[in-house]
Structures are given as C-alpha cells and as structure tokens.
C-alpha cells in the first residue's frame, strides 16, 4: 500500500519548492481560540527539512472555510502529505474531513491522542500512515525519508498498511523537549485567531513540561508517555522574550498539564522573569499538590495573574477513587488553603470541578454545591471542569465501557448538536450541558437534576465574574451580568421549545457576544 503511494507521489519532488505540507483539523463545533501547538512544532521541522507549510484549521475561531474550500486548497497546492490531527471527542468529524479529502491526496497522515490509542481504526478510515505518541523525532525522520525515498520501516513510531497487513514501527524514545526548535507560529493565519490587536495573545501558548506524575482515572496520560520532562528555564524564558519581541505578545498561556511540578526549575524561571522585567503576564493550570504559598507569591511576583486548579471534588471516597490523592483530608484542607494563598497574593483562581462519575450521588452534588457556595468567594477567574466523558485508554473507560454499553462511543454516539452550533446558555451559563446529555453512566434523575443545578450556580458565578472583569463601571457590569443571564435563560427556554428557534433568535447574539468571552 505504502509502496503504491511512494511510487505515485515521489518522482513529483522535483526540487524544493516543490515539497509542501498542509495540516488540517476538521471543524468540531467547540472552536480553537488558539492555534495547535502540534503544528506549530511539526511545522518547524518540516520548515527545516525543505517544506513549504500550509494550515487550514477549520476549528480555529474565526476560520469561515469548510471543506469545499480544503479541497479546493489542495487541487490547488498539490501538497505531498496531508496531515490530520484527531481529537476523540469529534473523531466522526475528522472521519468525514478525511473520506471527503482523500481522493484528491497523495499521501494522508495523521497524528494526536486519538491516533495515539486507534490508529488501526484511523487506517482503515482512510490515513495512510498514522503517528503514535509524540512525533517531533519521528516526523523528521519520516520526512527526511520521504525526501530521499529511503524505506518506512525505519522510521519509529508510526502504524500503516503494507501488503494489506498493519504494521507497526517499534516506539521511539521519549523526546529531550530542551533541544527542540521553538514551535513555529508563523504557519497560521493571524486572522483565524485574531481579530482586535489584544488577540494576538492567542498565540501565547508555551509548552514548558510533557507528562503528569499524576494517575488519574479519568485523564488520559499515555501520549507523553509516563515520564515528565521539562524544559530549562532559560529555555522556556527564551521563547516568552521570542514571542515578545517578533509578535507583540504580552500574555503566556502555559499549557502543560502541570505547570508547578517542578519547583526548582519554576522559582529559577520565576527569578530570570522578575530581572528582566518585561511587561508580560502569564497564566497555568496545576494540581492542588503542587502548590504552596511561597511559591504562589513568587509566581505573582514574576508575572502570573491567573492559575487554573484541577481541585475536581470534595466528596473523599470520590477523591480516592478517581486517584487524586490518597489522602482525601489534607486535600480539601490544601485545596481551601491554596485558594486563599491565590487569593492573598491576588491571583486570581479557577477551579475545575468533576463529576457525573459512575459512584456520584445526589447528596454528593448537593455536598458539592455547598462547597462551590463556600469557596467561591476565592474563585476570581471562572468554575470549569465539566461531567465526566470517559475517554478511551483511561482506566475509567477501560473500567466502566462494557458495563454502561458505551464501547467505542466516538464511532456511533448521536451528536446532540449535528450541525455543531451550540445554543447560547452554553455559551456562558451552562456550558457543561452537552456533556451531561450525553449521560454516559446512565445518571439517574436526582443526580442529574443536581448536577445541572451546580453547573447552572457555577455559570452564575462564572457571569458575574466575566461582567466585573470586563467593566469596571459597577452599573455597567450589573446590567451586563443580568443581560447576559436573561438571554442565557431565555436560549434555555426557547430551546427547549424549539432548537431551531433558539439558533434563529440567538445566533447573531452569540457571534457577537464570542469576542467578548475570549478577550484576556
Ligand atoms: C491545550 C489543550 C486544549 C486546548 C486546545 C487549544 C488548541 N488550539 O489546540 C483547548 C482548551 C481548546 C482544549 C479543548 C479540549 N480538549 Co484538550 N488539551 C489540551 C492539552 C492540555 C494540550 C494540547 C497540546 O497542545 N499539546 C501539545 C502538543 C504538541 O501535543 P499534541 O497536540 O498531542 O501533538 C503531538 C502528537 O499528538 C502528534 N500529533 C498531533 N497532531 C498531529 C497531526 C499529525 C499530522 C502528526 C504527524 C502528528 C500529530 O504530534 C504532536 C507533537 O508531538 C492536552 C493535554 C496534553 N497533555 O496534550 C489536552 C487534551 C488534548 N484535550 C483533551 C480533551 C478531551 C479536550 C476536550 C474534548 C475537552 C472537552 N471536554 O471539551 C476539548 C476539545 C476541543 C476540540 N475542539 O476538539 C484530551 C484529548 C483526549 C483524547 N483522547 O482525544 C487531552 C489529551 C487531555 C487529557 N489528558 O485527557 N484542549
Ligand atoms: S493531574 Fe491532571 S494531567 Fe495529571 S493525571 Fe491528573 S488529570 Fe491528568
């Protein structure tokens, strides 16, 4: 198979100019508002092997094409590959983008956490060759492979068809990501992310750690293997002062799982920022365990405004078996104390809370109610988390699918929302709706009602803070808190009635009103 696709594409690679690549995600109905770090790094390599490299991210906020206009791009371009990256959640779009494109493709790859545990699936939907795990090293030996029409069965890491059997490259190693190149942001269309000149903080992302020592049930955590890396914090200030000095960028959103993981190498980061003084802000998400008020002090000193903690629960036994920590008391002390070291530093915090786990109860979410009523004094950034969506690879998935019948649900699972517009009121006020929906551990009524009830009280909170940071005119944030609940009510209301009838009236209102959610 693979032999037929090489012979067919590269007596084509005449000379450098000729070699392209084009990335694509396909549109999944919750928008990127900023640009996938996985091209950003595999574009670089593929810039410093000789590509030429387009991007068409049919997610990203503010892209209008679809996929007539991708296919257009590539009669076009006549890249050699086209590469996919695939989420599990809208696997069944990426399918579609896939079957549409493939006629007009030389070579189709693909690549992300879904590829990572499928990739016999992604196969025989139609890629030619799949990456599984981080694929910065194998990317570049594939490509140079391709270049100098070497064999595939060198290159580590990836799955494709040969002789109609599947095979499979050994695993690479785990990547040194302190030697990699700085992922490259010039790939993408600014104004696919950026509208107002604020916006181009979109393209603040920084990834400084791959890998959690954490094991929770529900996260998936095999992509970066099990191991954490992190980068030099000379390393990492050298790409803030990078994206300083060639875009403008004055807020970093670190991406890592857990940013606070390493201390030493945080409070070394922390100091080079506090000497150099530029005028950037950053943000992070991190465990609740890997916080402490010194640290959280030092991290606003050198820049931090906004930590995003992966608190989940109060209910211990929940705690315990969603592996977060075996020591269920201490942690609701630490996760109560870290707030209001946040607080008194004036971090502003965002907790995430989970639930919709198979165990739940009613009293549980009631328990947990009371505690969002309890801390959300502290909560200064937003409510976030979601209702558990069992992902497959994590043990919850491996645990729970066959008894709940929801084996391979990303295949056949009917989308609430089939032309990927999502109602107002998610928009702000309950933006978990659509995840309870899906109801994957067949929630019985009282849990479910008292789970809408607390994501409902979190999307309050969430407006109110939302309003206030926006405006600072008391009268202004007031009415714009109570606008915005009222039409967040009435979506509610009218969907109910009429899904199309809320789309028609609040449509024009939710473009709006996008801009304003995603403002820094
Ligand atoms: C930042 C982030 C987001 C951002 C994305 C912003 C953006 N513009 O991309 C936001 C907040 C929007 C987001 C949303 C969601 N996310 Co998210 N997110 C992450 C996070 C923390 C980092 C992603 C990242 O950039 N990593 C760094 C890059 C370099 O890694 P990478 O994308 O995996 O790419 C590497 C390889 O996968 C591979 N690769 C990837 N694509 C391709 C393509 C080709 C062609 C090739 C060759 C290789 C390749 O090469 C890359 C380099 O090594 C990850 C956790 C993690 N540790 O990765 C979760 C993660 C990806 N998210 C996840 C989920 C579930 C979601 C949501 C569904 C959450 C929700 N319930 O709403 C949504 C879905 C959004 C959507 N529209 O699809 C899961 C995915 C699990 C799965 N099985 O798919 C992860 C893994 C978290 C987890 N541990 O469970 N997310
Ligand atoms: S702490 Fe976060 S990233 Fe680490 S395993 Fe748990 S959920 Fe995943």
């Known amino acids: 198979m693979i032999k037929i696709y090489l012979k067919k594409f590269l007596p084509e690679i005449k000379s450098i100019m000729e070699r392209k690549i084009l990335f694509l995600r396909a549109s999944t109905g919750w928008k990127d ?25 049919l997610n990203a906020q503010y892209n209008k094409k679809n996929i007539d206009d991708v296919i257009e791009l590539i009669k076009k371009e006549k890249p050699i590959i086209v590469g996919v990256s695939i989420f599990t959640n809208y696997v069944r779009d990426s399918y579609e983008l896939m079957k549409k ?42 490509l140079k492979a391709i270049v100098s029409k070497k064999k595939l069965s060198k290159v580590k890491g990836i799955v494709y068809k040969e002789r109609e059997k599947i095979k499979k490259n050994p695993v690479p190693e785990p990547i040194d990501i302190d030697k990699l190149p700085f992922p490259d942001k010039d790939i993408f269309r600014k104004e696919d992310y950026a509208k107002t000149k604020g916006e181009i903080n979109n393209f603040g992302g920084i990834l400084s750690s791959r890998g959690c020592p954490g094991r929770c049930t529900y996260c998936f955590h095999s992509l970066f293997g099990r191991c954490f890396r992190y980068r030099s914090a000379k390393n990492v200030f050298k790409e803030i002062k990078y994206l300083y000095e060639r875009y403008g960028i004055n807020h970093i959103n670190f991406i890592d799982d857990a940013f606070t993981i390493n201390k030493k190498s945080l409070i070394e980061l922390c ?17 609740i365990d890997f916080l ?23 209910i211990p036994e ?10 269920p008391e201490w942690y609701i002390k630490q996760s109560e104390d870290v707030l209001k070291w946040c607080w008194e530093a004036k971090v502003r915090a965002g907790v995430n809370i989970l639930t919709g786990f198979p165990w739940d109860t009613a009293e ?11 801390i959300k004094k502290y909560v200064t950034q937003d409510f976030c988390g979601g209702v558990l969506q069992p992902m497959p690879a994590t043990e919850i998935y491996e645990r729970y699918a066959k008894e709940y019948g929801f084996e391979k ?20 006020y309950h933006p978990f709706w659509e995840q309870l929906n899906n109801n994957f551990f067949n929630l019985n009524k009282d ?36 606008g915005l609940l009222l039409l967040s009510k009435i979506s509610l209301v009218l969907y109910n009635i009429s899904p199309i009838l809320e789309k028609k009236i609040m449509n024009p209102i939710a473009n709006y009103s996008f801009r304003f959610k995603y403002k820094h």
């Open 409 to 428: 649900w990303w295949l056949y699972k009917k989308d609430i929302f089939p032309d990927n517009y999502h109602p107002f009121f998610m928009l702000y």
């Open 271 to 287: 100091e080079i920022l506090i000497k150099a003084k530029l005028p950037i802000e950053w943000v992070c998400a991190t465990r």
């Open 364 to 374: 549980d979410i009631k328990k947990i109610q009371k505690y969002v009523k309890k």
């Open 101 to 142: 494109i493939k006629p007009y493709c030389n070579l189709l790859i693909a690549g992300g956490p879904h590829v990572t545990i499928y990739p016999e699936e992604v196969i025989e939907r139609g890629a030619d060759i799949c990456f599984v795990g981080e694929a910065e090293n194998t990317f570049a030996d594939f």
């Open 318 to 327: 929940s705690l315990i078996k969603m592996r977060k920590t075996t020591n």
């Open 447 to 482: 849990v479910f009602n008292e789970i809408d009830k607390l994501y409902r009280m979190m999307g309050q909170w969430n407006l109110k803070i939302i309003s206030k940071r926006r405006f600072k005119n008391p009268i202004i944030n007031f009415g714009v808190y109570h």
């Open 33 to 57: 508002p900023s640009p996938p770090m996985a091209f950003a790094y595999l574009g670089k390599i593929a810039k410093d092997n000789g590509f030429e490299v387009l991007v068409e991210n």
């Open 292 to 314: 402490d008020r010194e640290i959280i002090f030092k991290m606003k000193q050198a820049g931090c405004v906004m930590i995003s903690l992966g608190v989940e629960s109060c």
